[in-house]
C-alpha cells in the first residue's frame, strides 16, 4: 500500500466517523462525500477497464443520492422553520430521505447500481464497500426507520431481489452482492427491535465477510468454477471456505445463524409474523445456492494442471489467517451458548 492509499483510508475512515457523530443533517452530508471522494481513488485501477467502469457507476449514483438528500434535508429544514409541519409532510420528507440512503447502500429496489460496481473490484474494495461504506447510512437511517408501509416493503423487496438474484450468477462478487442485499433487509428489519440488535447483525456479518474475502483473495478466485478446482491440495482450506458459506448463509449451528435467530424471535414477539415468515422463506433461497455450491464443490473431485499447485502456496499468511477466523465462525454459537449460560 502506497503513501496516497494510506491516506485515502484514513479520510475514508474519516468522514465516516463525522457523519455518525454529526448532530445536524448538513454535517452528515459533509461526511458521506468526504467518505465517497476518499474511495473514489482506492477503486480506480488503470490496468483494469473494468474497475474503470465500476467507478464511473459508483460515483454517479452516489452523487445522485448525495444531491437529493442535501436537497430533501434542507428543504425539511426551511419548511420546518417556516410553518408547524403536518403528518403528511413529515413523513414525506423521511420517505424521501431514507430513499436516499437506501441508494447509497445499495438496498432494494434502489440496488441497480451494486452487482455490477461489485464486479469491477477486487475482493479488498469489494470489503469495503459491502460492509464499511454501509456503516453511515445504516447509522443515518436508524435515526428515521419506523415500522411503516414503506420500510415494510424495502425490508420485503430486499430479501426477496438478495436470495432469487444470486440465483443465476456464476461470479461470485455478484453473489455476494446480492448476499448483501439480503443482508441488508435483515439489518433493516432489526432497527425495529433496538439499537443493539441490528449493530450485532452487522458486526457479525462483516466479520464472515472478511473471512470470505480473505480466503478468495488468498486462492484468486473470482468464479464458481474455480471454487471446484482450486482448492483440492489443501483441503481443511476448502472445508473452511464452505463452511464459511453456510454460515453466510444463516445455516445453524455455525455464527451467522445467532443474529438471524435473534431477529425472528424479536420479531415474533413484535407480532410482526407476516414479514417475518417471507424473510425466512427468502432467506432458505439464498442457503440453497451456497448449499448447492459447496455440495458440488465437496463431492467433485477435479484434475488440476501443476501450475495450479502454486495457487495457495504464496500466501500461507493470508491462508491462515482466513482459516483462524472461519473456525471462530463455525464454534462461534456454541461458544456464545456457553458463555451466556454460564454468564
Given at each position: 500500500?502506497?503513501?496516497?492509499?494510506?491516506?485515502?483510508?484514513?479520510t475514508l475512515?474519516?468522514?465516516?466517523?463525522i457523519?455518525?457523530?454529526?448532530?445536524?443533517?448538513?454535517?452528515?452530508?459533509?461526511g458521506l462525500e468526504?467518505?465517497?471522494?476518499?474511495?473514489?481513488?482506492?477503486?480506480?485501477?488503470?490496468?483494469?477497464?473494468?474497475s474503470?467502469?465500476?467507478?464511473l457507476?459508483?460515483?454517479?449514483?452516489?452523487?445522485?443520492a448525495s444531491?437529493?438528500?442535501?436537497f430533501?434535508?434542507?428543504?425539511?429544514?426551511?419548511?420546518?422553520?417556516?410553518?408547524?409541519?403536518s403528518?403528511l409532510?413529515n413523513?414525506?420528507f423521511?420517505t424521501?430521505?431514507?430513499?436516499?440512503?437506501?441508494?447509497?447502500?445499495?438496498?432494494?429496489?434502489?440496488?441497480?447500481?451494486?452487482?455490477?460496481?461489485?464486479?469491477?473490484?477486487?475482493?479488498?474494495?469489494c470489503?469495503?464497500l459491502?460492509?464499511?461504506q454501509?456503516?453511515a447510512?445504516?447509522?443515518?437511517?436508524?435515526?428515521?426507520?419506523?415500522?411503516?408501509?414503506?420500510m415494510?416493503m424495502?425490508?420485503?423487496?430486499?430479501?426477496?431481489i438478495?436470495?432469487?438474484?444470486?440465483?443465476n450468477?456464476?461470479s461470485l462478487?455478484?453473489?455476494?452482492a446480492?448476499?448483501?442485499?439480503n443482508?441488508?433487509?435483515?439489518?433493516?428489519?432489526?432497527?425495529?427491535?433496538g439499537?443493539?440488535l441490528w449493530?450485532l447483525?452487522?458486526?457479525?456479518?462483516?466479520?464472515?465477510?472478511?473471512?470470505?474475502?480473505?480466503m478468495?483473495?488468498?486462492?484468486?478466485?473470482?468464479?464458481?468454477n474455480?471454487?471446484?478446482?482450486?482448492?483440492?491440495?489443501?483441503q481443511?482450506?476448502k472445508?473452511?471456505?464452505?463452511?464459511?458459506?453456510?454460515?453466510?448463509?444463516?445455516?445453524?449451528?455455525?455464527?451467522?445463524?445467532?443474529?438471524?435467530?435473534?431477529v425472528?424471535q424479536?420479531?415474533?414477539s413484535?407480532?410482526?409474523?407476516?414479514i417475518?415468515?417471507?424473510?425466512?422463506?427468502?432467506?432458505?433461497?439464498?442457503?440453497?445456492y451456497?448449499?448447492?455450491?459447496s455440495?458440488?464443490?465437496f463431492?467433485?473431485?477435479y484434475?488440476?494442471?501443476k501450475?495450479?499447485?502454486?495457487i495457495?502456496?504464496?500466501?500461507?499468511?493470508?491462508?491462515n489467517f482466513?482459516?483462524?477466523?472461519?473456525?471462530?465462525?463455525?464454534m462461534?454459537?456454541?461458544?456464545?451458548?456457553?458463555l451466556?449460560?454460564?454468564l
Open positions: 500500500m502506497n503513501i496516497s492509499q494510506f491516506l485515502f483510508l484514513i475512515t474519516g468522514g465516516t466517523f457523519s455518525i457523530s454529526a448532530n445536524s443533517w448538513f454535517s452528515a452530508w459533509m468526504i467518505n465517497l471522494l476518499s474511495f473514489i481513488p482506492l477503486m480506480t485501477n488503470s490496468k483494469n477497464t473494468l474503470t467502469e465500476a467507478t457507476k459508483y460515483f454517479l449514483v452516489q452523487a445522485l444531491i437529493t438528500f442535501l430533501s434535508t434542507t428543504l425539511m429544514q426551511i419548511y420546518c422553520n417556516s410553518s408547524p409541519p403528518t409532510i413523513n414525506l423521511i424521501l430521505i431514507s430513499s436516499t440512503l437506501l441508494m447509497k447502500m445499495g438496498a432494494a429496489p434502489f440496488h441497480f447500481w451494486f452487482p455490477g460496481t461489485m464486479e469491477g473490484l477486487n475482493w479488498k474494495n470489503f469495503i459491502m460492509t464499511w454501509k456503516i447510512p445504516l447509522v443515518l437511517l436508524s435515526y428515521l426507520v419506523k415500522m411503516n408501509t414503506f415494510s424495502i425490508i420485503i423487496l430486499s430479501v426477496l438478495g436470495s432469487l438474484g444470486g440465483l450468477q456464476t462478487r455478484k453473489l455476494l446480492y448476499s448483501s442485499i443482508h441488508l433487509g435483515w439489518m433493516i428489519s432489526a432497527m425495529f427491535c439499537e443493539n449493530e447483525y452487522f458486526l457479525i456479518y462483516s466479520f464472515l465477510t472478511l473471512s470470505l474475502t480473505l478468495f483473495s488468498a486462492s484468486q478466485t473470482f468464479y464458481i474455480q471454487n471446484f478446482m482450486a482448492y483440492n491440495q489443501s481443511s482450506f472445508l473452511f471456505l464452505f463452511l464459511t458459506l453456510l454460515s453466510l448463509g444463516g445455516l445453524p449451528p455455525f455464527l451467522g445463524f445467532l443474529p438471524k435467530w435473534m425472528i424479536t420479531l415474533t413484535l407480532t410482526a409474523l407476516p417475518c415468515t417471507i424473510m425466512v422463506l427468502m432467506t432458505l433461497i439464498t442457503l440453497f451456497y448449499i448447492r455450491l455440495f458440488t464443490a463431492l467433485l473431485n484434475t488440476q494442471m501450475w495450479n499447485y502454486n495457495l502456496s504464496t500466501n500461507n499468511l493470508m491462508i482466513s482459516s483462524i477466523l472461519a473456525s471462530i465462525s463455525f462461534g454459537l456454541p461458544m456464545y451458548t456457553l451466556f449460560n454460564f
